[in-house]
């Protein structure tokens, strides 16, 4: 069984920073890609950032350089550093790996940009 588990989400005033963490455990042979997605109230998941297991990164245009993706390998991790945030990010971030060729999602957590 592979978990997947965010965490760092919040509250935040616009223009702040956030760092988010997803980490994949259990019995995990290989781990490609590791992304973040997004979904904010009435609108679609759309993809925020993924990188692959060799660092390859890609990110939506609205978050390139604001938004940076990172991933620690030995520890199945990925982050999501956040900077000059505004109040459109506001959403559940979600984390997405796929792992042993199958998919998994974790239960995505808030981040909310308000004064």
């Known amino acids: 069984q592979v978990q997947v588990v965010e965490s760092g989400g919040g509250l935040v005033q616009p223009g702040g920073s956030l760092r988010l963490s997803c980490a994949a455990s259990?019995?995990?042979?290989?781990?490609?890609?590791m992304a973040w997605y997004r979904q904010a109230p009435g609108k679609e998941r759309e993809l925020v950032a993924s990188?692959?297991?060799?660092?390859?990164?890609n990110y939506a245009d609205s978050m390139k350089g604001r938004f940076t993706i990172s991933r620690e390998r030995a520890k199945n991790t990925v982050y999501l550093q956040m900077i000059s945030l505004k109040p459109e990010d506001t959403a559940v971030y979600l984390c997405?790996?796929?792992?042993?060729?199958?998919?998994?999602w974790g239960q995505g957590t808030q981040v909310t940009v308000s004064s």
């Open positions: 997405y790996t796929r792992v042993n060729k199958y998919d998994y």
């Open positions: 259990g019995r995990i042979f290989s781990i490609n890609p």
């Open positions: 990188i692959t297991s060799s660092g390859s990164t």
